[in-house]
């Protein structure tokens, strides 16, 4: 049987493939754990607007997904709120066709731009290598926003018409 | 009799004063009342820890509030959310006194930093010019954040004990 991997819309059934997936993926303490899934749980709510989700599956199994959603008194600003791929999954560029569906479908909404927050302790370098090979640019630093030695780094890429 | 001004506790009774002090203000767009609104409401909710108020009135009249919170994942980083005053309080120093408010509450609670964002759009320049007055720095500009010619900027004070 010739595997198959492919994007879809987020499913109830998702929800503890999706949370498993957060923990193994080895970056996210605890606390992001539990706000992934409050995320995931209101992404679930019939006619909600504030998260768009993606998930990417193979033969049955879920290797990620992605988040984003419409900034805050914004009218062209989007975050990508979560990026999340199984360590089953790596190395395929799976996080690259979930990260380039989420941009695709801000640029469709006419949105300006997309950014995304991270952090600078250890276990976030490959994260951050991950957004500027995608060419998003680190766009501010906020030192000590985590923790007193954990910085908020936000990147952002900006989209052309 | 002698007019005293006081900073107290929200009052589920403030709501209708506060929407209209938000609409007086002038700087705030309807979209911007709105979530005000939203947030006010959040914060009279009984046992809700992510909302603080502090309203200053005198002779019975609401003359402005702030509002303010523990920044989401962080340990010590907090957010300036609302700050607000009528404009028959203005040139008094209420918003300073508001504002130091929230220094002082963030401070005992070890906070490490209040932030605050604002809009590059003509009419915050005088918001802007009140935090640098009161030693905000500029941590981050996001351009065309709003709308496509109204930037984000971001300012904040680190605390140190």
């Given at each position: ?140 630093r906020f030192r000590?926003y ?5 910085d908020k ?9």
């Amino acid at each position: 049987m010739l595997s198959m991997l492919t994007l879809r819309a987020l499913r109830a059934a998702d929800r503890p493939s999706l949370e498993r997936l957060l923990r193994d993926a080895g970056n996210f303490s605890e606390a992001e754990v539990a706000v992934g899934v409050e995320v995931i749980d209101a992404g679930l709510r019939p006619g909600q607007e504030d998260y768009n989700f993606v998930v990417a599956e193979e033969d049955g199994a879920v290797l990620g997904y992605a988040c984003w959603g419409k900034a805050n008194l914004s009218d062209g600003t989007w975050d990508l709120y979560w990026v999340a791929v199984d360590p089953r999954g790596r190395g395929r560029g799976i996080g690259r066709m979930l990260v380039e569906h989420c941009e695709e479908a801000v640029r469709e909404a006419r949105g300006r731009s997309l950014l995304v927050e991270t952090s600078s302790r250890a276990g976030y370098e490959g994260t951050l290598a991950f957004y500027r090979a995608l060419n998003y640019e680190v766009l501010a630093r906020f030192r000590g926003y985590y923790t007193a030695d954990d910085d908020k780094i936000v990147l952002g890429k900006y989209f052309s018409f």
